[in-house]
């Protein structure tokens, strides 16, 4: 029995050697095929990029911690007191690289000028403003104040929208010189009923389609009570970033000022995200930035890493 044992032992050793062998091969054929889609799975093909926001605290010890998360993109807001030379260098140390940039384009052509010339040194394509203003700059006025802002989102009238477009479109002309691309960021306010439309139907179609394009805030527009994915069908062609938000689960939709800031990890909110990105693949959109907390970036980096669609 003992030598039976022996016998029988070394042939199920045999045994399992081969089929941990074959299982071995199939793991990692599985695995490797795993990887290769996981690789591959960024939505549209680019890396998942970043909103930086309004920059506080040590810059480069922040970008180490976003190229460490997985991070390879980023987009900056606030940081006019940096020189673009100096910010390239903590870039390139960080291995990130900057392509889009959130500016408010309300000054007189010469600093308009000194904004593209220091974008352009940084090496930005996009130049995008994250708020209109009032008829007469008022919101540029009192940019820093809760009540400019809530003015903002109280009183624009279509005679306040006419004349942002009219703005945009000469922004976007003197962009266009430098191969800059100008772009508007919307909010929940733009979705405002409007007679048989909304608001935002006033300003797409009085801006060039050439000079003005979108960066389409999925958030702020669920917010606002738009489907996103209706809006990409319609206005696919005039979006160029996605700015990638999301409200939390039983949210309450509103144009107003009360609206509460999308906040929800990426994946964890209210919005289908492999619906909108399967519209914003058909449409051509070619970038997109995640704006959350800063404690969720690594949540939705991997949540969008890893999202097929």
């Known amino acids: ?21 074959i299982s071995r091969r199939h793991f990692l054929r599985a695995a490797a095929g795993a990887f290769a889609a996981y690789a591959a799975a960024d939505p549209l093909g680019v890396p998942v990029g970043l909103h930086l926001g309004t920059f506080q605290g ?28 100096e910010l ?14 959130h500016w408010t384009l309300w000054e007189d052509e010469s600093q308009i000028e000194a904004t593209i010339d220091a974008a352009t040194e940084i090496g930005i394509e996009y130049l995008v403003t994250p708020l209109p203003s009032l008829m007469g700059r008022g919101w540029f006025e009192a940019n820093e104040t809760p009540a400019g802002r809530r003015a ?8 306040d929208w006419r004349w942002n477009a009219d703005w945009f479109n000469h922004v976007g002309g003197l962009a ?58 319609r206005y696919g062609d005039r979006v160029a970033m996605l700015h990638v938000s999301d409200p939390k689960p039983g949210f309450r939709a509103s144009t107003g000022p009360d609206a509460s800031e999308p906040a929800a990890a990426i994946g964890r909110g209210a919005i289908d995200w492999k619906l909108v990105f399967a519209a914003a693949k058909s449409a051509g959109v070619q970038r997109y930035y995640v704006e959350a907390p800063s404690n969720l970036a690594g949540p939705s980096y991997d949540y969008l890493h890893a999202l097929v669609v």
């Open 152 to 159: 903002v989102f109280e009183k624009m009238t279509l005679n």
């Open 88 to 101: 390239r260098r903590v870039l390139n140390e960080a291995g990130l690289v900057c392509k889009s940039a």
């Open 1 to 21: 029995m003992a030598s039976v044992g022996r016998r029988n032992g070394a042939s199920i050793t045999r045994g399992s050697d081969r089929s941990r062998a």
């Open 176 to 233: 266009q010189k430098t191969n800059l691309q100008f772009v508007y960021h919307n909010h929940n306010f733009e979705f405002r009923k409007r007679g048989q439309g909304i608001d935002f139907d006033e300003l797409l179609q009085r801006t060039d389609p050439s000079r003005v394009k979108l960066e389409f805030d999925c958030g702020w527009a669920v917010t606002g009570g738009c489907d996103p994915v209706a809006f990409l069908k």
């Open 58 to 85: 040590d810059l480069r010890k922040t970008l180490l911690e976003i190229a460490a998360i997985g991070y390879r993109e980023i987009e900056i807001a606030g940081l006019r007191e940096m020189r673009a030379s």
